[in-house]
């Protein structure tokens, strides 16, 4: 069965607090791996799709990577607004148009 | 334009009314979802349709009703709801071929059932 573990559940960060936060992957195939930024109450944004393992995207103070089995997003000195909810969401050959999403990581960062 | 618009952003209904939520992409995308998500959880794939066509229905119950008139529109008909179907419901698109492809996700109808 496809599966989508993200941890940690809840990270607290102070400003300027560099870490990652970590998507491990159990697939039979991937066509794709994605990470999605969602504030309360609004939908999810998207930030990055990985294809392949050993591939890395950047986007301002995140910085994506992936694996044969696991993705990881790093976040270099963050700001307040990046405190936000992180969904890792993985797209499985096969076919179908179904995502398999994590739990998400809850990133606060203090001031 | 590179949006997914949904409506309304927020809904309060009783169990015994009908209502529709709508959904609009002029990305061109040919797959369009609707998704449902409770605090604190993941966005749950309720339907997909590909090419105006309904491809996925993840045993959603029959009080809920999607419609795909064109490939730019997404609609979720709503018929005697229980107040345990009160979410976050989301609506998003995706262009279904080539490699690089993201799913664009609109931002949501806060449905609120009394």
């Known amino acids: 069965e496809d599966q989508v573990t993200q941890s940690p559940e809840a990270l607290r960060l102070q400003e300027g607090e560099s870490s990652s936060l970590n998507c491990s992957y159990t697939?039979?195939?991937?066509?794709?791996l994605f990470w999605y930024r969602q504030d309360p109450g609004k939908g999810p944004e998207f930030l990055f799709t990985?294809?392949?393992a050993g591939e890395e995207k950047e986007k301002e103070r995140l910085k994506a990577t992936l694996t044969k089995k696991e993705s990881f997003l790093h976040i270099t000195a963050p700001k307040p607004e990046d405190s936000a909810t992180y969904l890792c969401?993985?797209?499985?050959?096969?076919?179908?148009?179904?995502?398999?999403f994590g739990k998400g990581t809850k990133l606060t960062v203090n001031p | 334009d590179t949006e997914v618009t949904q409506t309304p952003k927020h809904l309060v209904m009783g169990m015994t009314n009908k209502k529709s939520l709508k959904c609009e992409q002029h990305m061109g995308h040919r797959a369009m979802y609707w998704y449902k998500q409770k605090a604190k959880k993941p966005p749950e794939l309720m339907f997909v349709y590909s090419y105006e066509k309904l491809s996925i229905n993840e045993s959603v119950p029959s009080r809920f009703s999607p419609e795909c008139p064109n490939s730019s529109l997404l609609n979720l008909h709503l018929h005697a709801l229980q107040p345990e179907d009160s979410a976050l419901y989301l609506c998003?698109?995706?262009?279904?071929?080539?490699?690089?492809?993201?799913?664009?996700f609109g931002s949501g109808t806060r449905l609120t059932v009394v």
């Open positions: 998003a698109s995706s262009p279904l071929q080539g490699r690089y492809y993201g799913y664009t």
């Open positions: 990985l294809y392949s």
């Open positions: 697939v039979s195939g991937l066509r794709g």
């Open positions: 969401a993985v797209h499985p050959q096969g076919g179908s148009e179904k995502l398999v």
